[in-house]
């Protein structure tokens, strides 16, 4: 079955850098556009970073400049590196696909929370 698993996350101050991994299982990585999304509290997920199967990107305008996504199709592994976090990145980060160009897997993983501290 579908396994989605995010850790790396944590608490950092303003300017601080974490990277989040997400180890996936049970579906077939090489074939899918992959995301990360975020949930802010009070606010609705998002998706802020996607990647193709041959490693294309794009991301939200609030996360391009400090944000870089990457994947590892031998692994079946997805990364997100970020830089220079700011207050505003504080979220719960999920892995999943994009939910555009590859359908949402279900169930969602636990997310792994991110809190930067001003």
């Known amino acids: 079955q579908v396994q989605l698993v995010e850790s790396g996350g944590g608490l950092v101050q303003t300017g601080g850098s974490l990277k989040l991994s997400c180890a996936t299982s049970g579906i077939d990585f090489t074939t899918k556009t992959m995301g990360w999304h975020r949930q802010a509290p009070g606010k609705q997920r998002e998706l802020v970073a996607r990647i193709f199967v041959r490693g294309a990107t794009y991301y939200s305008d609030s996360v391009k400049a400090h944000l870089i996504i990457s994947r590892d199709n031998y692994k079946n592994a997805l990364y997100l590196q970020m830089n220079n976090l700011q207050p505003e990145d504080t979220a719960v980060y999920y892995c999943?696909?994009?939910?555009?160009?590859?359908?949402?897997?279900?169930?969602w993983g636990q997310g792994t929370q991110v809190t930067v501290s001003s």
């Open positions: 999943n696909t994009d939910g555009e160009y590859s359908t949402i897997l279900e169930p």
